[in-house]
């Protein structure tokens, strides 16, 4: 498995940008698909965004298309999550999450095997 630990957040006014890190530690993190999740106050843990292994290929859930942007940087064993225009529903704990080795894009939980410790993400309006 890959340890990750997520970095990156914190009180934000509505409009404002934030850049979550995740770092990766263990095994090969450049074979793994990877994904972020959030969980906002009193709801389910829900998909935002997924990255194939390779980086060619990237997922979006609906809500945060055209404002959020997934990428990873494999010689530095990071991924991140660059969020714009971000707006009170956003508010929530963000989790950097790892699939399975060489998958394209997963985006069930339970695809996902290994999982950071969560970043808050507080926006204000």
């Known amino acids: 498995q890959v340890q990750l630990v997520e970095s990156g957040g914190g009180l934000v006014q509505a409009g404002g940008s934030l850049r979550l890190s995740c770092a990766a530690s263990?095994?090969?993190?450049?074979?793994?698909?990877m994904g972020w999740f959030r969980q906002a106050p009193g709801k389910e843990r829900e998909f935002v965004a997924a990255?194939?292994?390779?980086?060619?290929?990237?997922h979006y859930i609906d809500s945060v298309k055209g404002r959020f942007t997934i990428s990873r940087d494999n010689a530095k064993n990071t991924v991140l999550l660059q969020m714009n225009s971000l707006q009170p529903k956003d508010t929530a704990v963000y989790y950097c999450?790892?699939?399975?080795?060489?998958?394209?894009?997963?985006?069930?939980?339970?695809?996902?095997?290994?999982w950071g410790q969560g970043t808050q993400v507080p926006v204000s309006s």
């Open positions: 999450a790892a699939g399975a080795e060489f998958a394209l894009i997963l985006r069930r939980e339970q695809d996902f095997a290994s």
């Open positions: 263990g095994r090969t993190f450049s074979s793994y698909a």
């Open positions: 990255i194939s292994w390779s980086g060619a290929g990237t």
